[in-house]
């Protein structure tokens, strides 16, 4: 592996995570298959000065760039670059119950992986000189035997959305499909967009049928129905919410609470949100400039300040990465 991106969990404790470097998804076999995240409860404060100490360094030559959760074990995996710029090492850390870090060996246990035919090439930039190949995987998860990644491409429709048949075709790294070009349309700006990644996504059913619910910066709420997700095929979504400017979204997830659905958000600049999915198959779409917001309503939770990363433990609490200057913690936290 070239760096240690988005993660997610696939079936028999399969980590899957996004080498952008590389252009690539990775399959780990990580072997934890047994716990019981009903019982588990992690809370690690300074969560980057012991990452750091685990790994023979400072702080400030550490960044988090994801977490999942194992829904086998209710063990915490991290994705970590240590260093910075081209330079950086990719690291993977698995946190315990206990609040205890481990490495995850990434040379002895087994994996396979996919790499991405038409990702943009090392050294592209963008609007204010921001790295496309940094983008090439901005998120992933597995569904029913796929593993759907977000990302940019090289083409025309640089918005990208692949689904991999999962196990891979190759241990020695096949490529897939190109994916299908996906476009939105923005209420903030008020135009129909091709080049803008989703940034967080996650898999819900609405009206019976599987969708990709998807967020972007700035913050249009999309849904696509997973059967569109074909390769060279170009996806209009359906923009269901406008959930105001001037923010990115970090971190997805779907669970339920007293018999309704929630979507559980975390948020650069308007904190956490629960999102209603009340309405979601009945709506047509926003096809018009949006000022502020509409659409799904949401509650801001007030008690849930500077999470950046978020996925759920178990069926009443999630586990959030929160941010306090540069001091982070790893915490279990109550559903809301």
Do not use: W
Request: a negative charge.
């Amino acid at each position: 592996m070239q760096s240690a991106g988005p993660l997610a969990f696939g079936p028999e404790g399969i980590l899957f995570v996004g080498d952008t470097r590389a252009a690539a998804v990775v399959a780990i076999v990580t072997g934890d298959t047994t716990g019981d995240p009903a019982t588990v409860e992690v809370n690690v404060a300074g969560l980057k000065r012991k990452v750091a100490d685990a790994l023979g360094t400072t702080p400030g030559d550490i960044s988090i760039n994801d977490l999942a959760v194992n829904p086998l074990s209710g063990n915490v995996y991290l994705s970590v670059s240590r260093g910075r710029g081209p330079d950086s090492t990719p690291v993977v850390l698995r946190v315990d119950g206990s609040g205890s870090l481990a490495e995850v060996d990434l040379v002895r246990m087994r994996s396979s992986s996919a790499r991405l035919p038409n990702a943009p090439a090392p050294g592209a930039t963008g609007r204010r000189n921001r790295s496309l190949r940094a983008e090439a995987i901005t998120d992933l998860a597995y569904f029913d035997g796929q593993v759907l990644v977000a990302g940019l491409s090289n083409e025309e429709f640089s918005s990208n959305l692949r689904s991999i048949p999962f196990p891979f075709g190759s241990v020695d790294g096949e490529s897939v499909d190109g994916g299908a070009g996906i476009e939105i349309f923005h209420g903030a700006h008020g135009r129909f967009e091709t080049n803008s990644p989703i940034r967080t996504f996650t898999t819900f059913a609405i009206g019976g049928k599987p969708h990709l619910l998807a967020a972007y910066t700035c913050t249009p709420l999309v849904k696509f129905p997973l059967t569109d997700l074909t390769p060279g095929n170009k996806v209009r979504g359906t923009t269901i919410a406008e959930l105001g400017n001037r923010n990115r979204p970090l971190d997805m997830f779907v669970y339920e609470k007293g018999g309704e659905d929630f979507v559980l958000m975390a948020n650069t600049s308007r904190g956490v949100m629960k999102i209603t999915t009340s309405g979601m198959d009945r709506s047509n779409g926003i096809t018009d400039r949006i000022a502020d917001k509409a659409g799904q309503e949401y509650d801001t939770i007030k008690a849930l300040q500077g999470v950046v990363q978020l996925d759920r433990l178990n069926r009443d609490n999630a586990v959030v990465l929160v941010q306090s200057d540069q001091t982070f913690a790893l915490l279990t936290v109550a559903l809301p």
